[in-house]
C-alpha cells in the first residue's frame, strides 16, 4: 500500500490519506477483508503525526470504509459500495447543476466548462 | 487505562534570575511531545522539577497515574531517563554498567539490553570515557529501554549528533511509541527533529508555555505571510499571530495559510518551519 | 542499594592501582621507621578517602543527576556512601592488621598493645573525619570539599593532640593510653553513627 503526502497542496493531510485510502478501496486495490497498516504504523511510515493519522481513520470508519477493532487492527470494511458511490455521484451532480446555472446565467459557453472540468479531473492526478 | 501519562499543572519555581512561572501541559498516553525553547528559557528546570530533581515552588506533576508525592520507586521503574552529557561513571563499561542497573531496576531486562548494544553496534566491555558522543547516547538510549519504561524523558538527548545517528535515534522513539501505552517527552533544539516525530510541541519562552499545540497544525496549518507595508496594513489583524518587519519585509505568522491564500491571492504565504515560528514569536511583536 | 554497591566496587576498583603505590610507598617507609603496625592506620584512611572521591566522581560524571531518577530513593544513595565508607575502613583495618601481624612474626617481636593502639588510632582516624568530610563531599564542590576533607583530618588530630595535652595536665597519659585510645575509638564510632543517622535525610532534600 503506497500513500503519497505532500505538504505543497492546500488539501489537510488527513484528507490526503482518507481520499487515497477511499481510491485504493473504489479501484479495487484494497478488497473487502484486506488488513491496513495500524495507524501509529502509518503515522510512523509516512512521518506524520499519530493524531492526524487517527483523525484520517475515524473519518474512514465513519464513511463505512474500514472498521478498526481493538486488538486486531483495522481492516478494509464490508460496506455498501454502490451506497457510496451513489451519494458521491450525488453530490457531484449538485456541484455540476451549480456550475451549469452559473455559466448560463453569466453566458459562459458549454465548452470552456468541459475545458474547466476536464482541467481540475486531471488536477489530482 | 490511564489518559495521560504525564500531567503537569502550573508549575511554579523561583530562582534568583530565572523562575518558571505556571508551566502546563500534558503527555497523552502513545504520544510524543516536543519540548522547546531557547536556552535559559526553563526546558531543563521543566524536566528537573518533573524528575524530582528540584524542589518545585508550586504546582503538580502527575506521572503514569501517580501525583506528586505518590510518586514511588514502583513509577521510577517505568521512566527512561536521558540526559545530555554524560549519564553513567565513564569508567564503567556497557557490561558493568549491567550488573549495577539490573540490581537497581527490578524490570531490568537483560537480554534486551544486550541485543539493543548489539543493534547499536555498542561495543560491550570498553570503558565509556572512551566512547565517542555519539555511542555515550545510543547507550543512555538503551539504557532507558531496557526496562519496560512507560515514559522516555530525553532532556537535550540528540545535540551534537551528526545527523545519521539522529535520524536512527529517531526511529527508535517512533518504535516505542507503537505500543500506545508508551509516551516520550523529549526538550531538543533541533526542531527539525521534533517535526519528524512529535506529536504535540510544547514552546517555552522565558519560563512561561507560549504554546501546546499538535505538531501537524503547525507544520501543515500555519503560514508566514511575506509582503509589503502596504499590504501589511491590509492583512486583517485578528490573524496576526506575531510579526516581524524585515529589512525589505515584513513577515506575518498565521494560523490557517489556506483560508490566507484565499483571502490575499496575490501574497506570498510559505509554510512555517517551527524555527520560524519560535523566532516570530520571540524576536517578533505580538498583536 | 545492592547495584549502587556493585557501581562503588567497579569505580574503586580502577584507583585500587594507585593506592596500592600510595599504601606501598608511605606505608612501608614509615612500617620500618616506626612500627609496621602504622599500616593499619595508612590503610583505614587510604581506603576510606575512596569513599570521599566517589562523591566528587559521581558529582563529574553527572552520576548524581541520573541516580535521582532510578528507583532508589535519594536517602539510600546518600546512605550508600556511608557504608561505603565504612566498609572500607574495616577493610583496611583487617588488611593493616594483618600484615602488622605478618610484618610482627618476621620481625619475632609482636606487641599486642602497640597492635591494638594503632588499631584504635584507625578507628579515630577514619571514622571522625569522616563523619564531616562525607556531608562536606556532598555539599560542596570538589575544591571545597578537598580542603574539608583534610580539615576533617587536621581537626581530628588536633581534638586529639588537645585531648591527649589536657589530660597531661592530671595524669601520665602513656600509662592508661591504650584506654583513651579505645574510649576516643569508641567516641568516633558514636559520631560516625550520629552523622549517618542524621545526615542522609537532609542531603537527600537538596536540588540536584
Excluded at chain 2, 491590509?234 to 518587519?245: H, T
Aim: aromatic share 8%.
Amino acid at each position: 500500500m503506497e500513500i503519497i503526502i505532500s505538504s505543497n497542496t492546500s488539501k489537510p493531510i488527513y484528507e490526503q490519506i482518507t481520499s487515497q485510502i477511499k481510491a485504493m478501496i473504489m479501484g479495487g486495490e484494497l478488497q473487502t477483508g484486506d488488513p491496513i497498516p495500524s495507524m501509529r504504523s502509518l503515522a510512523k511510515s509516512i512521518h506524520v503525526s499519530v493524531i492526524t493519522v487517527q483523525k484520517a481513520y475515524e473519518d474512514l470508519q465513519r464513511d463505512g470504509f474500514i472498521e478498526t477493532t481493538v486488538g486486531r487492527g483495522s481492516f478494509v470494511s464490508a460496506q455498501n459500495k454502490d451506497f457510496y458511490q451513489e451519494e458521491q455521484q450525488r453530490r457531484a451532480e449538485e456541484h455540476l447543476q451549480e456550475a451549469a446555472d452559473i455559466g448560463r446565467t453569466s453566458g459562459i459557453p458549454l465548452e470552456k466548462l468541459i475545458e474547466l472540468l476536464r482541467l481540475f479531473y486531471q488536477e489530482e492526478d | 487505562m490511564k489518559e495521560n501519562a504525564l500531567v503537569v499543572k502550573g508549575l511554579k519555581k523561583k530562582y534568583r534570575d530565572f523562575t518558571l512561572d505556571d508551566v502546563s501541559f500534558n503527555i497523552p498516553c502513545g504520544m510524543i511531545v516536543g519540548l522547546i525553547g531557547e536556552n535559559g528559557a526553563g526546558k531543563s528546570t521543566t524536566i528537573n522539577a518533573i524528575l524530582g530533581l528540584i524542589k518545585k515552588d508550586a504546582g503538580t506533576i502527575s506521572i503514569l497515574g501517580k501525583k506528586d508525592n505518590e510518586i514511588d520507586n514502583g513509577i521510577r521503574n517505568q521512566i527512561g531517563v536521558v540526559f545530555d552529557g554524560s549519564n553513567f561513571p565513564s569508567v564503567l563499561s556497557a557490561r558493568k554498567l549491567n550488573n549495577v542497573l539490573k540490581n537497581i531496576y527490578s524490570t531490568w531486562d537483560e537480554n534486551r539490553y544486550f541485543s539493543l548494544l548489539q543493534k547499536m553496534s555498542l561495543p560491550t566491555d570498553k570503558k565509556i570515557k572512551e566512547f565517542s558522543k555519539g555511542m555515550k547516547m545510543k547507550l543512555s538510549i538503551a539504557v532507558a529501554l531496557s526496562h519496560h519504561s512507560k515514559l522516555l524523558i530525553l532532556d537535550e538527548a540528540t545535540s551534537g549528533l551528526d545527523p545519521v545517528v539522529r535520524d536512527d535515534i529517531l526511529d527508535m522513539f517512533l518504535d516505542f511509541v507503537q505500543d500506545e501505552n508508551n509516551s516520550i517527552l523529549v526538550s531538543s533544539h533541533i526542531t527539525s527533529d521534533l517535526e519528524k516525530v512529535a506529536d504535540y510541541i510544547v514552546f517555552i519562552h522565558k519560563g512561561k508555555v507560549v504554546f501546546s499545540k499538535p505538531k501537524d497544525e503547525l507544520k501543515y496549518q500555519y503560514g508566514i505571510i511575506k509582503c509589503g507595508a502596504a499590504q501589511f496594513d491590509a492583512i486583517d489583524k485578528e490573524e496576526i499571530i506575531a510579526y516581524r518587519k524585515q529589512d525589505y519585509e515584513w513577515e506575518v505568522l498565521v494560523a490557517d495559510r489556506t483560508a490566507a491564500q484565499k483571502k490575499y491571492p496575490k501574497a506570498v504565504i510559505d509554510p512555517a518551519t517551527i524555527d520560524e515560528i519560535m523566532l516570530l514569536y520571540v524576536k517578533g511583536e505580538m498583536k | 542499594m545492592k547495584g549502587l554497591l556493585v557501581k562503588e566496587f567497579y569505580v574503586i576498583r580502577d584507583s585500587l592501582l594507585t593506592l596500592l603505590v600510595i599504601f606501598i610507598a608511605i606505608g612501608v617507609g614509615l612500617a620500618f621507621l616506626i612500627s609496621p603496625c602504622v599500616l593499619i592506620t595508612i590503610a583505614a584512611i587510604t581506603l576510606s578517602m575512596q569513599a570521599i572521591t566517589t562523591i566528587q566522581n559521581d558529582k563529574s560524571t553527572q552520576w548524581n543527576r541520573f541516580s535521582a531518577t532510578l528507583p532508589v530513593s535519594r536517602v539510600q544513595v546518600v546512605e550508600s556512601k556511608y557504608l561505603i565508607y565504612l566498609l572500607l575502613s574495616i577493610t583496611g583495618i583487617a588488611l593493616g592488621v594483618i600484615i602488622c601481624f605478618i610484618a610482627s612474626l618476621l620481625k619475632q617481636s609482636f606487641d599486642i598493645n602497640e597492635l591494638l593502639i594503632y588499631f584504635c588510632l584507625a578507628i579515630i582516624i577514619s571514622l571522625l573525619p569522616g563523619s564531616i568530610s562525607i556531608p562536606c563531599a556532598f555539599v560542596f564542590d570538589q575544591e571545597k570539599s578537598i580542603m574539608g576533607t583534610v580539615l576533617s583530618y587536621i581537626v581530628t588530630s588536633g581534638l586529639f593532640a588537645g585531648l591527649i595535652f589536657l589530660l597531661k595536665q592530671f595524669m601520665n597519659p602513656m600509662e592508661n593510653i591504650l584506654a583513651i585510645c579505645g574510649i576516643t575509638a569508641a567516641f568516633s564510632v558514636v559520631v560516625f553513627t550520629l552523622s549517618w543517622l542524621l545526615c542522609p535525610k537532609r542531603l537527600s532534600k537538596r536540588d540536584i
